[in-house]
Structures are given as C-alpha cells and as structure tokens.
C-alpha cells in the first residue's frame, strides 16, 4: 500500500443486481485517514449508470455544481446521438436518408462521428458505425431507429466532453475527479486510480473471483471494457456476443471481453471506440493494430475460455497490472 494511505476503501462495489450487469469495472480507492472520504453520486443514463467520484470530500453545494454539468453534458450526447428515441437527432438524421453524417451533424457532436468513421477506415471495416441495419436483422436492433449506430463509441465520448466541463469549473484548483459511465472511465485531474477489470466467467462460474486484475489509471487516462457478458443475444441455447464483425456481419466469438487504456490525447472517446475495435480484432492483429495507428492505447484481452483462463497483453500494458489471477501472455 502506497505511503499515507492506510485504508483502502472500496466504495463501487454496491450495485444493485438490476444495474450490475452494465458495469464493466469496477473501482477501487485509496483515502487518506483524516478526510471524510470520497464522495461519489450514481444514476442512470444512456441506457446505462453513470457515476461520478471526487477522491477528496468536497463541500456539497460545489460537487452538486459540477454533478448538474456532469449529468447535463451526458444529457445533450443522449439527445443527439441515441439511437433509441425515435426524436434525437442521429434517428432523425437516419429516417430522412443521411448519407454525409459528419456535415449534417450538430457542431458539439461531430468529434464523435469523425472519430468513429476514422475508425471504421483504419480498421478496414472491423469497426463498423452502419452495422444498425445489420443488427436490426439479427434481432438486436428492436427498438434502434438508426441506421447509424454510435453505441460503440458515444459513451466514450460523453466522458470526454463531461471531462472538459469539470476541468472548465474547477479552473486551477486541485481536483481528483472519476467519472464512469457504463464502463467507460475518466481519471480527471490530479491523482491514480486503481481499476478492476471484471472477471467475464464470474457469472457461470460463482468460486471464481471477482475480478482478474488491477489496472493503474493514471491522471488524464482514460479506460472502457467490451465484454461479451454482459449484453448478448440467445440463439439456439447459445450466447451470441453483442458486437458483430463491421466485416462479415457475424458475432463475433471467441473473445470474452477486451480492456484498453488511453492517454489524455486519445481520451475515453477512444478508449470505447477502440475497446470495441480490439474485440472484433482479436489480439493478434489487434496489437499490430494499435502499433500503426494508436501506439500509445493500451489493451488486454480475455480469450473466451473458461476452462483455462488467461489474459493476453500487450507488452506496456504489462506494466500497469498490479493484480493478475490469471497467467499472462504478451502480445508481440
Ligand atoms: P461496446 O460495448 O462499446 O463494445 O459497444 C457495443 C455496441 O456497439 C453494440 O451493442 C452495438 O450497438 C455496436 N456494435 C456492435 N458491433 C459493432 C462494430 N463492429 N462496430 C461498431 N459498433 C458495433
Ligand atoms: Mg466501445
């Protein structure tokens, strides 16, 4: 335990079994002794729970200031980019037969789209924005009113704008923020988070622990799971994974979830986008990936095998595990 922290509080870990399926991670903090501890507010959003931490105990008013900012930047990503209300703007843009999405799309936004279109170029169509059609297909899409589909991403994304908010409010002060939405998390601020990824076999196998390993989040990094356990389509007695192949349209098989880490220049944006990108990769053309075009993303795969589980890495996020249950492979 680091120096000056004595009790290691773990204040996530309360959820409720409605909301437990949405979190990927779950976090983990150290506090100082002669503080009030942390405070930390949850609620739900974007199909999903968000939660916001500051490591220090600040005065109410003020964390209920920046709570509204937090919770009105997550607000406006809903409205503009849901694809589950027929009324927000990326549906309406869909039904009337939007082709060029980034020009039609609101200024505050369009980060969103470009990052998810230069994703879909790089990685060749693995990650694939217009896969909603294809998901409606499957079955997966009741309910989706665009053709468009930002879920992969737009998480990520109302991380990053609520972030430029906090930074905003707080101006030079000290400030150690986490904020989390659905498994898309934020250091903002000063300060190391530890995060836990959770463990994908957990829920068939209840002797397992409950979570497989200890990432450092440093400030300004942010980190986002895909995992094939949490949301997933029955077929035939079989779980089908959430995420398809932008390539050939299929479910993707064989991987049981997917961590990555991303520097303040990538932001959560990123880390969402690409967590979803990885998965479809796979490790080994997902490292060699990331080398040409996100060398300084961080990733970790889990092999959907839970007979002999194991962790895949790439060599630099090797370093910031702290806790690993499991044997580790390093990618090249
Ligand atoms: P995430 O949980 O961030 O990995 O995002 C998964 C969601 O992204 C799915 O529920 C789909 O809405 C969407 N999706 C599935 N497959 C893809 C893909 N290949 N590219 C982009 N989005 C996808
Ligand atoms: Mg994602």
Redesign the pocket.
Request: hydrophobic share 40%.
């Given at each position: 335990m680091r120096p000056g922290f004595k009790k290691a509080a773990i204040y996530a870990a309360v959820i409720s079994a409605a909301i437990a399926a949405e979190i990927?991670i779950l976090h983990l903090c150290f506090d100082r002794e002669d503080e009030e501890g942390p405070q930390a507010m949850r609620w739900p959003v974007m199909g999903t729970v968000a939660q916001m931490t500051s490591r220090r105990h600040m005065d109410e008013r003020e964390f209920g200031e920046l709570l509204v900012c937090v919770q009105a930047s997550y607000a406006r990503v809903e409205k503009l980019l849901s694809?589950w209300n027929p009324e927000s703007e990326l549906s309406r843009l869909s039904a009337a037969g939007c082709t060029n999405w980034t020009e039609a799309a609101s200024p505050e936004v369009r980060p969103c789209y470009e990052a998810?279109l230069r994703?879909?170029e790089e990685s060749g169509?693995?990650?694939?924005?217009r896969?909603?059609e294809k998901?409606r297909a499957l079955g997966?899409?009741r309910g989706?009113y665009s053709r468009f589909?930002?879920?992969?991403?737009a998480?990520?994304f109302a991380v990053d704008m609520a972030a430029e908010e906090v930074e905003r409010a707080m101006g030079g002060r000290y400030f150690s923020f986490l904020l989390d939405l659905?498994?898309?998390l934020r250091a903002v601020g000063a300060g190391e988070w530890r995060t836990g990824v959770r463990n994908p076999f957990r829920g068939v196998d209840a002797s397992q622990p409950g979570i497989c390993a200890v990432i450092t989040l440093l400030g300004g990094e942010s980190v986002?799971?895909?995992?094939n356990y949490?949301?997933f389509v029955e077929k035939d007695g079989k779980r089908l994974?959430?995420?398809?192949?932008?390539?050939t349209g299929e479910h993707?098989s064989g991987i049981a979830g997917?961590t990555v880490v991303t520097p303040r220049e990538y932001g959560a944006t990123l880390a969402?986008?690409l967590?979803?990108?990885l998965?479809?990769m796979g490790p080994e053309a997902g490292a060699a990936f990331l080398k040409r075009f996100y060398p300084l993303a961080l990733a970790l795969w889990i092999p959907d095998d839970p007979a002999s589980p194991r962790i895949i890495v790439t060599p630099d996020m090797a370093y910031r595990l702290e806790r690993i249950e499991w044997p580790a492979e390093k990618t090249r």
């Open positions: 990927a694809a998810a994703l879909a169509g693995a990650f694939n924005p896969i909603g998901l997966m899409g989706r589909d930002l879920g992969a991403i998480k990520g659905g498994g898309n986002a799971t895909s995992g949490e949301r994974s959430h995420i398809l192949d932008g390539r993707v997917v969402d986008g967590s979803t990108t998965f479809v």
